[in-house]
């Protein structure tokens, strides 16, 4: 069962004005992390000659890479390899996906059969109500078409925002819930969702706790907070905090 302050790291996407992963990382220790999910910001996918420089740049700052993402499967297994591959290359065992609806179920099989050649899993990111893979009716039938490795990233605030309750997914999903973004939202009275510190909007943080210890749950785990975009590390800062004072 994966310890969630121990384990915690953060979305790269967090810091994506800043495209040189020394100083990515050198952020990461700043905020008291050794872990992160990297993004296509920091990861040029076709470059593969690069990989092994990014996959050090990291292991210098004694930041573990613990999952890239979210990466979209169109059914292209000759284009996808490459993240795998990376993947690999970083020595982590998970992927955040989103699928491309007009290529499915095509495409489940073909990311399913790279994923069991490279022994990792792929986690769907839930991203929102407007996106076809943002609903748990949704995320259900793509379990039912598939084998267990493929599974579940919930994004706590983006189910909030399509009006899921992230913690029944949670529970719901436990046993192919292979990883979870940590992101809370205010809405203002039209809907329009805004990034907060995690815990000061909708999210209640002492009950994730207690749903994912129930799961037993044994994935990866990042903050995600997509305000101040020039400067995120002070609100990081107060997410990291938080967790650590709710989710002990």
């Not at 593969?48 to 210098?60: A, I, L, Q, R």
Request: aromatic fraction near 10%.
């Amino acid at each position: 069962m994966t310890d969630i302050c121990q384990s915690l790291g953060v979305q790269s996407y967090c810091f994506r004005a800043v495209d040189d992963n020394a100083k990515v990382a050198a952020f990461v220790r700043e905020l008291g992390l050794d872990a992160i999910e990297l993004c296509g910001v920091h990861v040029d996918f076709a470059a593969s000659d690069t990989f092994d420089d990014v996959v050090k740049t990291y292991e210098n700052s004694g930041v573990r890479i613990v999952a890239i993402g979210v990466q979209t499967m169109r059914n292209r297994p000759d284009l996808e390899e490459v993240f795998f591959e990376f993947t690999q290359r970083a020595g982590c065992r998970f992927m955040s996906v989103d699928f491309d609806i007009s290529t499915t179920p095509d495409s489940y099989e073909a990311a399913a059969v790279l994923a069991e050649k490279y022994d990792i899993h792929l986690a769907v990111h839930n991203h929102g109500g407007a996106h076809w893979l943002g609903n748990a009716t949704s995320i259900a039938h793509v379990f039912s078409q598939t084998s267990p490795r493929i599974g579940l990233c919930l994004d706590t605030a983006w189910a909030l925002q399509a009006h899921e309750d992230p913690l029944a997914m949670a529970g719901r999903f436990g046993e192919r819930l292979y990883g979870v973004h940590i992101k809370d939202f205010v809405f203002d009275r039209s809907g329009t969702p805004t990034d907060v510190v995690v815990g000061e909007g909708n999210l209640d943080l002492e009950t994730l706790q207690t749903v994912l210890n129930d799961g037993e749950f044994d994935g990866y785990i990042v903050l995600e907070y997509e305000g101040d975009v020039n400067d995120p590390v002070p609100a990081l800062k107060n997410c990291v905090a938080a967790v650590r004072e709710h989710m002990v």
